[in-house]
């Protein structure tokens, strides 16, 4: 079982989201949509963007509540301007709380979503079956 989340402002992070839950062969859902994570899943792709600096407050609050043993391991993606922060604080937190989080993640700057839609596709093919 696999699961697809993010928080998106303004559909950057979502179209990445939906692209590679397409390739994944699931739906991506917004935790603005469902706050928390319900069923158990081997892995939970896990998205977001930086607004000055920092992440969203909602997926950090999301990250932080998110239950180890619901989780077999975390893979991250995000998008912005020219920051990866959101990939490295997430892992930290996730790391912290004891849910492993794959090293490889997949990134899209803000001015090149459409180009990126196919390889967000492979990426989650990767993980597929
Ligand atoms: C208010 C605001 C602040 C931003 N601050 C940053 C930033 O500090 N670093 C960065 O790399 N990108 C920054 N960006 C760019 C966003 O991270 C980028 O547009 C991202 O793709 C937005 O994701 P979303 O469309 O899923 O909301 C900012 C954008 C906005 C609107």
Do not use: C
Not at 2 to 31: D, H, P, W
Not at 56 to 85: I, Q
Not at 108 to 122: D, F, K, P, T, Y
Request: charged share 25%.
């Amino acid at each position: 079982m696999k699961a697809v989340r993010y928080y998106s402002k303004l559909g950057n992070t979502k179209t990445i989201a939906e692209s590679i839950a397409e390739g994944v062969g699931v739906s991506a859902v917004s935790i603005a949509d469902e706050a928390e994570l319900k069923e158990p899943v081997d892995i939970l792709f896990l998205g977001g963007a930086p607004y000055a600096n920092i992440m969203a407050p909602e997926l950090r609050a999301y990250a932080e509540k998110l239950r180890p043993e619901l989780v077999g391991k975390v893979v991250l993606f995000t998008t912005s301007n020219w920051s990866r922060r959101t990939v490295l604080a997430l892992k930290k937190e996730l790391k912290k709380k004891g849910i492993p989080v794959e090293e490889d993640y997949f990134y899209a700057h803000m001015l090149h979503i459409n180009g990126r839609v196919q390889a967000a596709r492979e990426f989650g093919a990767r993980y597929r079956g």
